[in-house]
């Protein structure tokens, strides 16, 4: 088959995984409403309280406030709400990760069929493998725990107070400020999401890379970048680079990279490149994906399109693939 058909298999591939990704997400964000209508009503009353508190005379310190009783429940209440919700975002990262691992190798093992290996001549990974990875961090601790301590409760209770103990002072519309604790607890929801989004691609494509070791025929795998207006300018430059096989590919918190494989004989390198696509739009578009300062200073030569990305190594999701500050650049 084509060079450009097995791509264009590829991409079709990952078209499906975004519209599973997203049906999951909306589905994670339908749950989270429900976590936010069963709080409004006491984030209301506690707000009000504290206005007509104020209103009536009374010194209100961040002391007095954390002495309050109808604090402290909606603070257990909060509590307990975010423990059902990491409970279930577990089992649906972990779904999530038993998903993707599977179609992986499905899709691996299509990607080398079309590429003219005969069925036959090449090993499949078992699905089993999937299970070992399923409910793990890149680190190897469990999922489970980053999303109760680190995801979904992150620093959201001491924002929320502060904007109460900020409304209260400054005497800020009761409804305003029920609106900012409101916002801070949706920081808990992207966060839960973020998680979500990166696992259950890392296991695509850890999957990937060990469907193609297991192949016999494979030696080593392509970067895969998505070529639209959402692409991470990082990524878009280091699209088609090659990179061995059980060497993890350099990514980003929700990161859209794939691979496709490598078969002496059967495959060679990409010609057509999304920096080549990024060439062939208008300036609008490139300003979009850049930002009006890397943009100029690319356009007036300061810099190359290959400069823009850089690796930054540690951090939860483990090594992550950045645009450079345009201070580095220029």
Known sequence: MDEDDIIEMMRQFKLGL??????????????????????????EALVLNLARRR??????????LFRMERYQQLLV????????????????????????????????????ARSGVVETAFNRL????????AGSMADGSPLSQLLINAAVRADVVDKMTAHLIDGTVRGINPRKTARLMRDDLAGGLNQALTVVRTEQ???YREMT????????VVQGKYRLTARDERTCMGCLVRDGEFIPLGTEMDEHPNGRCTT????????????????????QQDEATQRKMMGNGRYEAW????????????????????????????????
Do not use: C
């Not at 356009?299 to 580095?328: N, Y």
């Open 77 to 112: 209440q909060i509590q307990s709400e975010m423990d059902a919700y990491a409970t279930y975002a577990t089992r649906q990262a972990t779904g999530a990760q038993r998903e993707f691992g599977e179609q992986a190798i499905e899709h691996t093992a299509q990607n080398i």
């Open 55 to 64: 209103e009536n005379g009374e010194v209100l310190s961040q002391a007095s």
């Open 299 to 330: 356009a007036d030569g300061k810099f190359e399109l290959s400069e823009l990305a850089q690796t930054v190594r540690g951090g939860r999701f483990g090594s992550s693939l950045q645009v450079r500050p345009l201070r580095d650049l220029v």
């Open 260 to 279: 496709t494989a490598f078969i002496p004989g059967k495959t060679r390198p990409r010609t057509f490149l999304a920096r080549d696509w990024f060439a």
């Open 18 to 43: 975004q519209q599973q990704e997203a049906d999951r997400m909306r589905a994670m964000g339908r749950v989270w409403l429900g976590v936010e209508q069963r709080l409004q009503a006491d984030i």
């Open 209 to 216: 890379d060990q469907s193609y070791q297991a192949s016999g």
């Open 201 to 203: 691609m890392r296991v």
């Open 126 to 133: 078992p699905r089993e493998a999937v299970e070992l990875m």
